[in-house]
């Protein structure tokens, strides 16, 4: 196996990546091998979309197909090596039938086979042998990138990136938001990825287009989320237990949790979000169900320890899956879509009944906690309710700086540095925060400046669109360049996702961003120093230095 997606990737002077038997992650080489064979055969689909479409040819059901297979190689998603190749023979299949469908239309014009990449020819046989006979043709470092790091660092930048852009594209998708010209664009950042350019500006360019589409691709999943449930409110959420049986659900799928709700009304199942489903409470059209009684537990990494101390039924909606077998919870939790874990039940279709039956057998929490009250909620249409007051307190001097802290968490001890560096924010500084990178600090008091609460929770990683659109606001308003505004952001990262909000921010101009706790394996020396001549883009230090350092810049 080849990864080197992720924080938990092995780093050594030998070599980056995480190359042995196991990832850190846990997943088997076999099952990365075969990732890396569906994600070949995935850009071979979209050599072939791209093509059809010259001819006006376009098939809504394969445009979904790609990105969806392309999440299930997140990062923590999918460990379960049957589904890979169910997905790979999918592709293949799909691959097959644009590929007439383009041939017949181009007649003599069609291009021959052998002038395509080869994600455009192999044939895949039916077995998992057969599928990893392909592996290393297929392997993140195939051909140059073996020997040139930078040349692979900026593939993988791309590809890593497009990953996160495709997990946000499925997300929007799930609430019927979907987009011709989206998976057009799509398509031809994955058709381009598969002919292994070695050309350094081309691969720097598209990563950029995959920033502007990624800002599209959000945009759209902002308008799924309000169209289905409303925009988000400033709420008050309880973090604490409350007595009776429970369904905790994590991941980032609202609709999932809708369903949920819908199935569990009146059954006396109280049901509890963790991780990155916490912004669903701030939702009307999910909010408005009772039973929907708070949060539990924090982010993705501990819930190893968390999902073990929780008495219910567990359902993982997406990505941020861990191995379940290590708290004994298997026989418990549920995976959902793209998600899967050997021995694990899972869910297909919209019927929960199996989760719910499983709840009701379950002890549940035996009392009431004391309550503990955090604020959510404050998305885009929040945002913009509170500007003119925001920028009354910024004209008066009340306010004097603003701080974006988010992105991933994870369970380096490093990452105390984000806790650290919001405490240590000026009184007169607010605080927007985003991603599971919150729950380092977003149980914590900061009070307000003149009634507008100093940390402003604005909901996933996904809702850094709601912070652009804030910041694009303010910039109008004061007349100046978003990076005139005494505005810092700090951004934590961990996998694809926030590889490819990254990217969005760039594309769109906005430079000077710190982030940390460590850099990408994948970015070499010389590819950090582009992005910090171009960008601005340095890595973090110690919170009283790069405290000193963007409070003299801003």
């Given amino acids: ?50 093509k059809a479409r010259q001819y006006g040819i376009k098939d809504a059901e394969i445009d979904a197909f790609v990105p969806k297979a392309f999440f299930a190689t997140l990062t923590n998603v999918n460990f379960v090596d049957d589904r890979i190749i169910g997905y790979a023979l999918q592709a293949q299949q799909y691959r097959e039938q644009l590929k007439t469908a383009y041939e017949a239309a181009a007649g ?70 979907t987009d011709t010209e989206i998976y057009a664009s799509f398509h031809e950042l994955m058709a381009f990825l598969a002919e292994d350019s070695d050309d350094a500006d081309a691969l720097f360019n598209t990563s950029m287009a995959i920033g502007q589409l990624n800002y599209k691709i959000m945009a759209m999943l902002d308008l799924g989320e309000t169209e ?80 073990a101390n929780f008495p219910g039924a567990i359902v993982m909606t997406s990505n941020c899956l861990i191995d379940p077998n290590v708290g004994s919870y298997d026989e418990r939790i549920f995976t959902r879509s793209i998600v899967g874990w050997p021995g694990v039940s899972h869910i297909t279709g919209d019927d929960f009944s199996e989760v719910i039956e499983k709840a009701l057998t379950l002890d549940g929490f035996a009392y009431d906690e004391i309550p503990h009250m955090i604020t959510i909620g404050f998305a885009r249409n929040a945002l913009m309710a509170a500007a003119p007051a925001v920028v009354e307190n910024v004209k008066s001097g009340a306010i004097k700086h603003f701080f974006l802290i988010g992105g991933c968490d994870g369970d380096k001890a490093e990452r105390s540095y984000f806790t650290d560096l919001a405490t240590s924010a000026p009184k007169d500084s607010v605080i927007l ?25 604005i909901g996933q990683c996904n809702d850094a669109y709601s ?7 303010l910039s109008e308003i004061f007349e100046c360049d978003i990076n005139e505004l005494p505005l810092s952001i700090v951004l934590s ?34 590819l950090l120093a582009v992005l910090s001549q171009q960008f601005g883009l340095t890595g973090t230090t110690t919170v009283e230095a790069d405290l000193n350092s963007l409070l003299k810049t801003a």
């Avoid at 990365?32 to 070949?40: E, F, G, P």
């Avoid at 959420?237 to 609709?255: E, F, Q, R, W, Y």
Wanted: net charge negative; aromatic share 8%; proline share 4%.
């Fill in 1 to 50: 196996m080849f990864c080197i997606q992720c924080e938990q990737t092995v780093q050594s002077p030998t070599g980056n990546g995480c190359q042995y038997a196991k990832g850190m992650c846990g997943k088997l080489a076999d099952t990365s091998d075969l990732q890396d064979v569906l994600i070949y055969m995935l850009q071979g689909v979209s050599i072939y979309a791209v």
């Fill in 108 to 177: 003599s014009d069609a291009i021959a086979v052998e002038q395509l990449p080869m994600a455009a020819s192999f044939t895949l046989g039916s077995t998992k042998e057969e599928l990893l006979h392909y592996a290393d043709m297929c392997a993140a470092n195939r051909g140059v990138a073996s020997t040139n790091e930078d040349i692979m660092g900026l593939r993988l930048l791309c590809l890593y990136g497009l990953k996160g852009a495709a997990a946000y594209l499925e997300h929007a998708r799930v609430l019927d938001q």
């Fill in 228 to 307: 289905c449930f409303g925009h988000p409110e400033p709420t008050q959420v309880n973090t604490k237990p409350i007595k009776g049986k429970a369904i905790l659900v994590s991941g980032h799928d609202m609709k999932d949790l809708e369903l949920i709700l819908q199935q569990t009304e009146g059954k006396g199942i109280n049901v509890y979000t963790h991780g990155e489903m916490l912004p669903a409470l701030a939702y009307p059209e999910l909010k408005k169900y009772s039973h929907l009684v708070g949060n539990f537990g924090s982010a993705w990494q501990n819930q190893q320890h968390e999902f």
């Fill in 433 to 457: 925060t985003l991603g599971c990178g919150k729950y380092k600090f977003n149980k914590l008091e900061f009070g307000d400046i003149n009634g507008i609460p100093r940390l402003l929770d």
């Fill in 467 to 473: 912070a652009i659109q804030l910041a694009l606001a």
């Fill in 493 to 526: 990262w961990f996998e694809q996702k926030a590889i490819v909000v990254l990217l969005t921010l760039l594309s769109l101009g906005v430079k000077n961003i710190r982030t940390g706790p460590s850099a990408p394996a994948f970015l070499t020396d010389n």
